[in-house]
């Protein structure tokens, strides 16, 4: 266990429909990351939230949001889903930013199913 | 257009010996190299970092080693064991915290 969970595990949904993806991070961390692993992708950046503020912005979608809560947890949101969304969504954190000198601690992730 | 390139989507090796995994970029403005390694069903799990002011960095049997001039890295992993078997991934960052991944490497380790 890293210490950051994600839920759900899985999720199947269907085209045109919202889903939200939730990540608490480890505890004391303040910054949270989202991360989008399609089929035979690496790990795209999606955005960061460093204690409750948007801190840097990837290649998120504008059907795609995300935002991180007094408590630190973070929500992602994605809508009008399309088949090409089936993806893991992966939520990483760390204690500070930035943090690219020793890693992030990913969660396990979540699969989402758009059919 | 990929700024971090993982040519060998995979790459098998025997028990004892050494896992060469290789790594390009092309971003000049990278100042930190991560390699995380992965599991299935699994998050990434950070292995070890270089900043750019070095060439090599070495932890236990993992050792990176950077050439800045050809914007290349590598992770050399000494002796493979099976449970070494996994993907990775290399990753890199610039000034602002966002970090660019590799698409993996899937290393398996033959007993």
């Known amino acids: 266990d890293s210490g950051v969970t994600q839920t759900p595990k899985h999720l199947i949904t269907a085209t045109g429909q919202r889903v939200t993806l939730r990540c608490s991070p480890r505890?004391?961390?303040?910054?949270v990351y989202w991360y989008q692993q399609s089929l035979d992708q690496g790990l795209q950046f999606l955005i960061q939230y460093y204690n409750g503020e948007e801190r840097a912005k990837g290649n998120i979608l504008e059907r795609f949001s995300a935002q991180q809560f007094p408590d630190l947890h973070s929500e992602l949101n994605l809508s009008s889903l399309e088949l090409g969304d089936s993806a893991l969504y992966f939520c990483?954190?760390?204690?500070?930013?930035?943090?690219?000198?020793?890693?992030?601690?990913f969660g396990s992730g979540t699969r989402l199913t758009v059919v | 257009d990929q700024q971090v390139k993982q040519n060998s989507p995979s790459l098998s090796v025997q028990e004892g010996r050494i896992s060469i995994l290789n790594c390009d970029y092309t971003?000049?403005?990278?100042?930190?190299f991560l390699w995380y390694k992965k599991y299935p069903a699994e998050g990434p799990t950070f292995l070890i970092s270089i900043s750019s002011i070095k060439d090599k960095n070495e932890d236990g049997r993992f050792t990176v080693f950077l050439n800045k001039s050809a914007k290349h890295l590598s992770l050399h992993i000494v002796p493979s064991q099976p449970g070494d078997s996994a993907v990775y991934f290399c990753a890199a960052s610039e000034i602002g915290d966002k970090v660019i991944f590799g698409p993996g490497t899937s290393l398996s380790v033959i007993p």
């Open positions: 971003n000049s403005m990278f100042d930190y």
């Open positions: 505890s004391g961390d303040l910054s």
């Open positions: 990483a954190s760390s204690v500070d930013s930035p943090a690219r000198n020793y890693g992030y601690t």
